[in-house]
């Protein structure tokens, strides 16, 4: 296996695991992640929102037969991880920013690579 795909896919399964395990927070309501959420006043239906899409995201990484469901996926997370930073910077509470950092770093070796995955037609 050549080097490009160990990347990928460690990128890619790494990537899929924080986005479920993230969802799987939102969507057992965390009472940890529901505090901080309720803190910052998003409302409880986008956690909820979020969660599911998070899940179809991290399906959509891991079985990349359709190059544009996999391209909505990557353009989900980019927005979702921007938005992440974005909150964290306007509350305050930069010191979950690390996270969403590391996600972003993850997710663009992930997008980088993802030519190099044989079960793509995009080659």
Do not use: C
């Not at 993230?22 to 992640?33: G, K, R, T």
């Not at 079985?63 to 921007?82: C, E, H, N, Q, V």
């Not at 663009?108 to 079960?119: A, V």
């Amino acid at each position: 296996m050549k080097k490009e795909s160990i990347l990928y896919w460690l990128s890619t399964g790494l990537l899929a695991a924080m986005m479920t395990m993230s969802a799987v927070m939102y969507l057992s309501q965390n009472p940890q992640v529901m505090e901080g959420i309720a803190a910052i006043g998003i409302p409880y239906f986008f956690i909820q929102l979020l969660g599911v899409a998070k899940i179809l995201g991290a399906l959509a990484l891991v079985y990349p037969r359709f190059s544009k469901m996999t391209d909505w996926a990557y353009a989900g997370f980019t927005f979702t991880l921007i938005g992440a930073a974005w909150t964290h910077i306007a509350t305050n509470t930069a010191s979950s920013l690390t996270g969403v950092v590391i996600a972003m770093v993850v997710l663009g070796i992930s997008y980088r690579y993802q030519n190099e995955n044989p079960f793509t037609n995009r080659r």
